[in-house]
């Protein structure tokens, strides 16, 4: 459980866009608008003010088109993978999947999107 999210950039303005991202997997780990299933490069850690529960988010994975290829276990991973994630970071910092990984991981990057330095908890 967390009190955080990710929500999109607006690509013209860089500030916060409103929609809650989730966690896709196809070939490799990326993030998809929940509103759009659009894919979203770079995101921003928010507060929400409401905890964010490991149940909630399967739920919405489970109502998700970008996620319907998954098996139920496999959706779940992924939403205690992306949880563990998202708490890792302090609100407000632009982050992105590590493409590199073989398992869901976010890393920083600086508000030019360039990766910044690795994140130690």
């Known amino acids: 459980m967390t009190k955080k999210a990710l ?3 607006d690509k013209r303005t860089q500030q916060p866009s409103g929609q809650f991202l989730l966690p896709f997997q196809s070939d490799q780990f990326s993030l ?3 509103r759009s299933g659009e894919v979203v490069e770079t995101a921003v850690v928010v507060y929400t003010g409401r905890a964010v529960t490991l149940e909630a988010l399967v739920q919405r994975l ?3 088109t970008s996620t319907a290829d998954l098996s139920p276990q496999e959706r779940e ?3 205690e993978a992306f949880l563990t ?3 890792r970071f302090k609100v407000g910092t632009w982050v992105r999947v590590d493409a590199r990984a ?3 991981c976010l890393q920083d990057v600086d508000r ?4 910044a330095a690795p994140h130690t908890p």
Do not use: N
């Open 62 to 64: 489970d109502r998700c």
């Open 7 to 9: 929500v999109a950039l």
């Open 32 to 34: 998809v608008s929940e």
């Open 85 to 87: 994630e998202i708490a």
């Open 102 to 104: 073989h398992q869901f």
């Open 112 to 115: 030019r999107g360039e990766r």
């Open 77 to 79: 991973q992924l939403a």
